[in-house]
């Protein structure tokens, strides 16, 4: 007796990821902002090459960005959605506020005319204790005059 195997039917939903569906998903809409896609190549230390393609869209307001990494033995594939790459992005600006404030901080120390050069991290610490100890003794001042008035 011969038993005849039927196999369930594809569909195309089936045959692609996560990655595809959501690339198709926005790319080509009448709303969506497209960056051709750019690949760089770099080599480590060890003469590793690895291949990154990077293509990015805006929907709506969002940023979408869709990654892919080959080298010789692998490669993957990943989407960095929206609340991701807000992360990347807020992350990026601080980083780039904090290392102005330190080229500040470092321009401010080596200039001569200066009085506050050379003082150390607790010595700028306690002036900014005692400042805002000052401030909130001006604000209650004047509270209490306002309400003499009143």
């Avoid at 005319?113 to 001042?141: G, H, I, W």
Wanted: aromatic share 6%.
């Amino acid at each position: 007796m011969q038993v005849e195997l039927q196999q369930a039917p594809v569909s195309i939903r089936d045959m692609t990821d996560d990655f595809d569906r959501k690339r198709n998903n926005v790319d080509g809409l009448p709303n969506t902002d497209k960056v051709a896609a750019k690949t760089i190549v770099c080599t480590d230390l060890y003469g590793k090459v690895e291949h990154w393609t990077i293509e990015s869209f805006r929907q709506e307001g969002q940023d979408w960005v869709f990654v892919v990494c080959a080298d010789g033995e692998k490669h993957f594939r990943k989407v960095l959605p929206p609340s991701v790459m807000s992360l990347i992005l807020r992350q990026h600006e601080s980083v780039l506020k904090k290392g102005a404030s330190r080229r500040g901080r470092e321009a401010a120390s080596q200039r001569d005319d200066n009085p506050f050069a050379n003082l150390t991290a607790a010595q700028r610490k306690a002036m900014t204790k005692k400042a805002v100890a000052t401030r909130k003794a001006k604000a209650e001042k004047r509270r209490l005059r306002k309400s003499r008035k009143s």
